[in-house]
């Protein structure tokens, strides 16, 4: 079956479109139905036990102190500790236990008869079944619940005011007893929300998530409808995904095709120079990135301290780098050395395939390289001194700790990343030039500045919510960034950029890689953007995300599934190869980037997208080895094989070495597949039973993380992360090394000599 390059290029555009149209009704509807914070919550006599006001505080203070990357709020943020719906929601019942206990048989719950107890449970489940009214400005708590409130804020100041080594929380976490109420009071609505029926409906806010069988939440009869659906839908899309492969033409990578051209036969620009400038400013961010990860991982066995360091220097860790910002540091860092890799890749290949060199274009690339670096610098600083209480008032979250898993950094340094993507986007754009006015608007250097510039759209998303907006909308828009970045941005530029260096290699010709590239495109935005939905089943968003999310999250595995036959037919291709293959390591990673990728964002994905499986697992170890495999194994891999592919084209040939390189790839390959498969799926599996047998709020306690089945798994993540750790320091001392063996730069002949990659594209036929 063939399909002309100008059909798939319609149906790319018709399809994020109808994406941004669905998605932008869809927070709409989402807005209209947020569930209410009431203005006063009384107890029977009518006195307020807490106010709309104190609620958002709360929220303020649960941002302000980077507490989403200590324990997570509706499932969202970090594992280490609680989450704090179902801790709110855990100990409220537990409250309210004691509550009756005591009120009708003068004892404690633990020594009631079980006939007793079931009669208190029966009563605490009618008290926290009641409906809300719709429009109701108040909500009547009973004396229990008044109670219970009252106990669960007085636990939050003595946790995360006070302190609490073993659940690695330092004194003054929260710097003030009115505060952690507040935060308190933060979470108790959360829980609130969670077992409350939203109105008109017979089920809560959340979908009657967490699992909590003492307050009456179990998965709905929609999670399991639609969980069912999705599995004869998987069978359906792997099946398309299969058949469409092998239907359109979409050619393989050959290797004997087109005259390979060797590196020392390639012309260095000056902008080319200065693009490599990325590599080492991106092998510092990773190698201090991978360090924390490892203090993070240790954390998890030793919450105050890290192998005794406390004791030898004097230092409190705990103080200095707690979890929450140590977490912080790591996620920031890791997206923004693949970022880093990612932008100087794009502004190295335009010369490859041009052969032009735009005015002032080493000066601009500089300018970028610098505002990275203040953006880099300011946003992480700005983190540090707003976590030690240096930045207050109103700048907290402009300057400081925007506290919000993935979006840390204070507003003004987002603005400026957002900036730097359009500056980035526009240099592509110019360095493309010469390429863009000859092809068409569908054409592969269009295609990329289309994937770049869709970065900077969907980032803008981070810009639509303020510490006062109501969760469940910042929720909502925090994914948009999140999600859409990964599913669909950044994939989007995965397959553009691949195909982009495949041509650049020799490999492929541009018309085969143009097809090839929006083909697969138009099912990574076709099924990634609307897939976001899979993250609104449980944070009282509206019901119609679930048959939404359910849906788009399985079809997102067609493009995955191209992506792996894509990924073999590349291997393939490379072991029929030539011995003097000159790019055969950078290949590699492009390889692993897209066996990871159906690994860790396909099969895994899959799996704890599922919505029973979802609604047990949410937030739990199995979305972190989902996450590592993903994120580090493709994101981080593709970047990794640009580092290498423009090492190798701008180090001198007399002096390439790829040994050092080589042990990197196989450090990071099977370290990270020691993590995961050894100690994090494990653990996860088991919070999973966990979940499953007694409650949610059971499978992210400490009692479970000090289980010693799972501290041994802990222990098992430690070969892991040293060979990631090692894999990591040999390549920042390649780069070091390579980077002071760089060849001289030349500026490009204004018409490029007769068969070589830019004379190739320059003259390829577009009809």
Do not use: C
């Not at 303020?60 to 280490?80: P, R």
């Not at 006939?115 to 079944?129: H, I, K, M, N, P």
């Not at 690695?168 to 952690?180: E, I, K, R, T, Y």
């Amino acid at each position: 079956m063939r399909i002309s390059r100008r059909t798939i290029a319609k149906a790319l555009v018709a399809v994020f479109v109808v994406n941004l149209v669905v998605m932008g009704i869809g927070a709409y509807h989402s807005s209209q139905n947020v569930p209410p914070i009431p203005k006063e919550v009384v107890g029977p006599d009518g006195d307020a036990v807490v106010t709309q006001s104190q609620v958002q505080r709360g929220k303020i203070v649960f941002q302000q102190n980077g507490l989403m990357n200590h324990g997570s709020i509706l499932g969202n943020g970090a594992y280490y500790g609680v989450d704090y719906t179902a801790d709110a929601l855990d100990l409220k019942v537990q409250f309210m236990r004691a509550y009756y206990a005591q009120e009708r048989y003068d004892r404690p719950y633990d020594e009631l008869a079980d006939a007793e107890q079931a009669s208190v449970d029966s009563v605490v489940r009618d008290d926290v079944d009641e409906p809300l009214t719709p429009g109701a400005q108040t909500v009547r708590y009973s004396p229990a619940e008044v109670y219970a409130h009252e106990q669960v804020r007085e636990v939050y100041v003595e946790r995360y005011h006070e302190g609490a080594t073993e659940r690695g929380l330092p004194a003054n976490f929260v710097d003030s007893a009115s505060d952690a109420r507040r935060f308190a009071d933060f979470a108790m609505w959360t829980a609130w929300m969670s077992h409350t029926d939203r109105p008109g409906s017979d089920h809560s806010f959340t979908n009657e998530w967490p699992y909590e069988p003492a307050a009456g939440n179990a998965p709905t009869g929609a999670t399991m409808t639609w969980s069912v659906l999705s599995m004869v839908l998987l069978v359906a899309a792997v099946g398309i995904g299969v058949w469409l492969y092998n239907s359109v033409e979409l050619p393989e990578p050959e290797i004997r095709s087109i005259e390979v051209p060797p590196p020392d036969e390639i012309s260095l620009s000056p902008s080319q120079r200065a693009a490599t400038r990325f590599v080492p400013l991106a092998g510092a961010l990773f190698a201090v990135q991978v360090l924390l990860g490892g203090l993070l991982a240790h954390y998890y066995v030793e919450r105050e301290a890290f192998f005794g360091v406390s004791e030898v220097f004097g230092v409190e860790l705990l103080s200095v780098l707690p979890f929450s910002l140590a977490k912080t540091f790591h996620l920031d860092l890791g997206i923004l050395w693949i970022a880093s890799l990612w932008l100087g890749a794009g502004l190295f290949l335009p010369p490859l395939l041009t052969n032009y060199e735009p005015p002032r274009q080493k000066t601009y690339i500089h300018l970028l390289l610098g505002a990275l670096v203040v953006a880099t610098v300011g946003g992480l600083g700005g983190v540090w001194l707003g976590a030690q209480g240096y930045i207050d008032g109103a700048l907290w979250w402009i300057l400081g700790n925007e506290g919000l898993e993935y979006l840390e950094v204070g507003r003004l340094w987002q603005v400026g990343l957002l900036v730097g993507f359009v500056l980035w986007t526009a240099l592509v754009w110019r360095g493309f030039r010469p390429l863009l006015r000859r092809e068409s608007s569908y054409g592969l250097a269009h295609l990329i500045v289309y994937a770049g510039g869709s970065i900077g759209l969907l980032f803008t998303a981070g810009m639509l919510y303020t510490p006062r907006t109501n969760i469940v909308m910042t929720e909502f828009w925090r994914w948009w960034v999140v999600h859409m970045w990964v599913e669909g941005a950044f994939e989007f530029f995965i397959v553009a950029i691949v195909g982009l260096t495949l041509v650049s290699m020799g490999l492929l010709k541009k018309r085969s890689a143009e097809k090839a590239v929006a083909f697969q495109a138009l099912f990574v935005m076709g099924s990634g953007v609307i897939g976001a939905a899979h993250h609104y089943w449980w944070v009282g968003q509206p019901d119609v995300w679930i048959p939404f999310g359910s849906v788009f999250s399985t079809l997102e595995l067609i493009p995955l599934v191209l992506i792996l036959f894509e990924a073999m037919g590349q291997y393939r291709a490379l072991a029929t190869g030539e011995e003097g293959f000159p790019y055969t390591l950078p290949f590699m990673f492009i390889i692993a980037s897209g066996f990871w990728n159906f690994v860790g964002a396909g099969v895994l994905g899959f799996f704890i997208n599922l919505p029973l499986v979802n609604y047990y697992e949410h937030g739990t170890y199995l979305t972190v080895g989902h996450a590592h495999a993903a994120m580090f194994g493709a994101f981080g891999f593709l970047a990794l094989g640009m580092a290498t592919y423009m090492l190798r084209i701008s180090s001198k040939p007399a002096q390439w070495t790829e040994r050092r390189l080589r042990w990197a790839f196989w450090l990071w390959n099977v370290g990270l597949a020691v993590m995961v498969f050894v100690s994090v799926l494990p653990v996860g599996f088991l919070q999973l039973e966990t979940a499953f047998t007694q409650s949610y709020a059971a499978a992210r306690s400490l009692a479970f993380y000090n289980g010693e089945l799972v501290q041994l798994l802990f222990w098992a993540r430690l070969p892991g992360d040293t060979m990631i750790i090692l894999g990591t320091l040999v390549f920042v001392y390649d780069v070091v090394v390579k980077r002071f063996s760089l060849r001289s730069v030349s500026t490009p002949e204004e018409t490029p000599p007769a068969g070589t990659i830019p004379d190739r594209l320059l003259t390829e036929d577009d009809d």
